[in-house]
């Protein structure tokens, strides 16, 4: 699934969301599987998240993860996290919220948010979607799999 498009629309977004969740259930690994959103404020990762939680069959009001950090949701046997590192200062931080119980959870799906605030703790992806303004209304979209 790597790949490059533009986003132009919510629409886009839903269809991207849909895509990639699709692709995240058709896993066979039992290892937490780990999602790396890259991009500038206001790129539109929260937003993708969102579509893609959706998407994953969670039909509960999905927030952002801006001031509490970690967003959990529960879809039948799978835990769902949605974490957002923008405000770490500190790697004892990450060991305080927990980070490393979460990578290690079985079947679990984790979305992080600023993975580059991790001073050097999150090294492995399975995913990592980078996102980029290139006007007003578009963003530039990579996705990278990581096998």
Same mark, same amino acid.
């Given at each position: 699934? $790597?790949?490059?498009? =533009?986003?132009?629309?919510?629409?886009?977004? !839903?269809?991207?969301?849909?895509?990639?969740? %699709?692709?995240?259930?058709?896993?066979?690994?039992?290892?937490?599987?780990?999602?790396?959103?890259?991009?500038?404020?206001? =790129? @539109?990762? =929260? =937003?993708?998240? !969102?579509?893609?939680?959706?998407?994953? @069959?969670?039909? /509960? %009001?999905?927030?952002?993860?801006?001031?509490?950090?970690?967003?959990?949701? /529960?879809?039948?046997? %799978? $835990?769902?996290?949605?974490?957002?590192?923008?405000?770490?200062?500190?790697?004892?931080?990450?060991?305080?919220?927990?980070?490393?119980?979460?990578?290690? /959870?079985?079947?679990?799906?984790?979305?992080?948010?600023?993975?580059?605030?991790?001073? @050097?703790?999150?090294?492995?992806?399975?995913?990592?979607?980078?996102? %980029?303004?290139?006007?007003?209304?578009?963003?530039?979209? !990579?996705?990278?799999?990581?096998?």
């Amino acid at each position: 699934m $790597n790949k490059k498009l =533009t986003l132009s629309s919510l629409e886009d977004t !839903k269809n991207l969301g849909q895509e990639i969740a %699709k692709e995240i259930l058709k896993r066979k690994d039992k290892s937490a599987f780990i999602v790396f959103l890259d991009g500038d404020l206001g =790129t @539109g990762k =929260t =937003t993708l998240v !969102k579509e893609i939680i959706f998407a994953l @069959g969670i039909k /509960e %009001k999905v927030k952002s993860p801006t001031f509490t950090i970690i967003e959990p949701y /529960e879809l039948n046997d %799978k $835990n769902i996290y949605h974490i957002d590192l923008y405000r770490i200062n500190d790697p004892f931080e990450l060991e305080t919220i927990g980070l490393r119980e979460y990578l290690n /959870e079985s079947e679990a799906i984790i979305f992080i948010e600023w993975p580059e605030k991790s001073f @050097g703790f999150l090294k492995k992806f399975n995913l990592k979607i980078s996102l %980029k303004h290139s006007s007003e209304k578009e963003r530039k979209c !990579k996705i990278e799999l990581n096998p």
